[in-house]
């Protein structure tokens, strides 16, 4: 529990810990945030703890694919660096930004409660050195304690309890700006005791010296005015948390995808009516399924800090983690694809079509598995929507069609042996026709969900984030996938269907899987990008 009646904001509890667990510079486990608040001469300035939560249902340990963040059974959530492979996973399960990646060992660390003083009897550096005792610990099964009494006796205030985290940290008379996300701004200056960075000039580096005629010469000082100073709360310190996920992990979202979707592409052909008798329905498409697994694998392990370490995700896996059931998920799909190749290979049909629609229906969880993945992200609201899990599958069979669709103007299909289906013209291949068919509905889909994400009634950070999506910084890529990712696949699905050449199979389906990548990535960005302290 933290007594903010009693904190003077001195930092004597983040120098303890940094100094008792040789903690690098750049990231803290315990630190201090600052928010004033008023209009000059009326303002005041109040401080809050941050630090991890030891949450009783932790997401962070929930999430984290190799057991590395486990919970003791005092409650204490501890961490074994040994196991950690640097997914950065938990940074983005955990809502209080608690979780930082060590710069030198490249692993998740935080504060572990000094778990090597506690078992021998010591209080946590940080409660030893507060000069105000504002800091207290203790068990809260054992109603004599201080900290139990306390909470017992409540009129104490906890950090997002409404993620359902359970958190075992208390505030006694904390300022609400202090502890609600958006309660306060962050000021354009920098704050106290930097500059903001990209500044052209600083505070720090003018050079206030005059020359013979007392002209200053570094010039005028910056313009150091707040714009917003009405009495609104400004954080003027706090740590900085960069996002730790990126392009790699929208462009994993587009190549699991594809894969996927050219096996859902696929089955619709031999729904169709279509033989596997084309070079892409016997070997090319299960070697491109197969060739794009490989390449998200690869992203995959590109994105982790310690991907010396990747296979931990299969020999010391913990099943909870939807990034091992997705490792699972992803195997599967590659011995579907496997098997396909082979079968059709070795000219054995009708295993080869069992293969395919093995291959379609492991496919729908491929494209899927990652929306329960950012479900268990408890700290990025905008990712919890459930709506996601069709959004990626509406993008399977957008950029999975769009994908056999590009194939197909080097590979050549099937016939349907009656071209007077409804669904077909009489001279297009019904392996084109299917494909096509499977990128307009995948593109339909996307418009029918960004719809209902749209009238979605989003709690205040997730809404904050939709608007840096669709509004905001990430707006401009977002805007430019939907265009790219569902109307001009439709018009050009509407345009092959019809009888035009499968030329416009190129226009359509490119597009699609660029305006994928663009959406995915605002999303990813957009998720991130509303400060959680």
């Known amino acids: 529990m933290i007594d903010q009646t009693t904190c003077i904001g001195c930092h004597a509890c983040t120098v303890a810990c940094k100094t008792e667990h040789q903690v690098p510079l750049g990231v803290n486990r315990t630190w201090v945030k600052y928010v004033e608040q008023g209009t000059w001469p009326d303002t005041k300035r109040s401080f809050s703890v941050m630090r991890c939560n030891h949450c009783t249902d932790a997401p962070c340990v929930t999430i984290c694919p190799t057991s590395a963040l486990y919970k003791r059974s005092d409650g204490i959530v501890d961490f074994d660096t040994s196991r950690c492979i640097g997914c950065k996973s938990c940074m983005q ?18 504060c572990n409660y000094c778990v090597h003083r506690v078992e021998i009897g010591i209080e946590p550096a940080c409660v030893v050195v507060c000069p105000e005792q504002s800091i207290i610990a203790g068990d809260l099964d054992d109603p004599t304690t201080k900290i139990a009494r306390m909470v017992a006796a409540g009129d104490l205030t906890q950090r997002a309890v409404e993620r359902g985290t359970a958190p075992n940290l208390w505030y006694k008379g904390v300022e609400m700006a202090n502890i609600e996300p958006l309660a306060a701004t962050r000021t354009s200056d920098g704050g106290i005791w930097r500059d903001a960075a990209g500044m052209d000039q ?3 580096n003018v050079d206030l010296t005059t020359d013979a005629d007392g002209a200053r010469v570094g010039g005028a000082p910056p313009d150091r ?12 310190y706090a740590n900085d ?18 894969s996927a979707g050219i096996a859902i592409s696929a089955a619709m052909a031999l729904l169709f009516g279509a033989a596997l008798e084309s070079m892409w329905m016997r070997l090319a498409a299960p070697l491109a399924g197969g060739l794009l697994l490989l390449l998200t694998g690869v992203l995959l392990v590109w994105d982790l800090k310690r991907p010396d370490r990747f296979y931990y995700l299969l020999t010391k896996g913990n099943p909870s983690s939807w990034l091992v059931r997705g490792a699972w998920i992803l195997t599967a799909q590659a011995i579907a694809f496997g098997a396909w190749f082979l079968a059709a290979l070795l000219g054995l049909d009708g295993t080869a079509r069992v293969a395919v629609w093995a291959a379609a229906v492991i496919g729908l969880a491929t494209a899927g598995y990652t929306a329960f993945l950012f479900g268990q992200a408890k700290g990025r609201t905008l990712w919890n929507s459930p709506i996601l899990v069709w959004h990626m599958i509406a993008s399977a069979f957008a950029v999975g069609g769009s994908a056999a669709l590009v194939a197909s103007l080097v590979s050549v299909t ?21 494909f096509a068919w499977t990128m307009v509905l995948g593109a339909v889909g996307l418009a029918i969900t960004t719809g209902f994400e749209a009238a ?78």
């Open 93 to 110: 399960a955990c809502p209080y930004d608690a979780l930082y990646i060590d710069p030198q060992d490249q692993t998740a660390q935080k």
């Open 225 to 236: 005015r707040v714009s917003d100073d009405a009495g609104q709360p400004r954080v003027v």
């Open 202 to 204: 600083s505070w720090l």
């Open 241 to 258: 948390f960069p996002m730790p996920w990126g392009w790699r992990v929208s462009s994993y979202f587009l190549t699991k995808a594809i």
């Open 456 to 533: 979605a009634k989003h709690e205040p950070d997730a809404a904050l984030a939709y608007h840096h999506m669709t509004r905001g910084v990430f707006a401009g890529r977002y805007r430019a996938g939907l265009v790219l990712s569902i109307l001009i696949p439709v018009v050009a699905g509407v345009v092959i269907l019809s009888g035009a050449s499968v030329a416009f199979a190129a226009a359509g389906g490119i597009s699609a899987m660029v305006g994928v990548l663009l959406v995915d990535d605002a999303f990813v960005r957009a998720g991130q990008s509303v400060p959680l302290t």
């Open 414 to 434: 099937d016939r349907a042996a009656g071209s007077e289906s409804v669904f077909l013209a009489e001279h297009l291949p019904v392996g084109t026709a299917a």
